[in-house]
């Protein structure tokens, strides 16, 4: 159950991050009330995920869906590029989580 948590915390993480893009700076409210919602969903499920995932693990695969996600969320709507360098780039966190998820064997 741990894994799903930590999975809807990454999402929730996208989601809060993407709103706060679209908050400009804190100054329209319903993205900032979004934003607000859904970091705090966010680290609930994050906090209820670590009672038994180890920390680095963790926090690792949770910045990491949220960083993958973020990328998705700018290159595919947002108008951001992307090349060949973004692309290695998020493939580099996917490998690393990949990896310390392994390792915690």
Same mark, same amino acid.
């Given at each position: 159950?741990?894994?799903i948590? *930590?999975?809807? =915390? !990454?999402?929730? %993480?996208?989601?809060? =991050?993407?709103?706060? #893009?679209?908050?400009?700076?804190?100054? #329209?409210?319903?993205?900032?009330? +979004?934003? =607000? +919602?859904? *970091?705090? /969903?966010?680290?609930?499920? *994050? @906090?209820?995920?670590?009672?038994?995932?180890?920390? !680095?693990?963790?926090?690792?695969?949770?910045?990491?869906?949220? /960083?993958?996600? /973020?990328? +998705?969320? !700018?290159?595919?709507f *947002?108008? %951001?590029?992307?090349n060949?360098?973004?692309?290695?780039?998020?493939?580099?966190?996917?490998? !690393?989580?990949? +990896?310390? #998820? =392994? @390792?915690?064997?």
């Open positions: 159950m741990a894994w948590y *930590l999975l809807i =915390a !990454g999402l929730l %993480e996208v989601v809060w =991050a993407t709103a706060m #893009k679209q908050s400009q700076g804190f100054t #329209k409210i319903v993205p900032t009330l +979004v934003m =607000a +919602v859904t *970091l705090v /969903a966010s680290f609930i499920l *994050l @906090s209820t995920a670590m009672r038994t995932l180890p920390l !680095g693990t963790a926090y690792m695969v949770w910045t990491g869906i949220g /960083a993958i996600g /973020a990328f +998705v969320v !700018g290159t595919t *947002l108008g %951001e590029p992307l060949a360098g973004r692309i290695i780039a998020a493939c580099l966190i996917v490998a !690393g989580m990949i +990896v310390m #998820k =392994a @390792s915690d064997h």
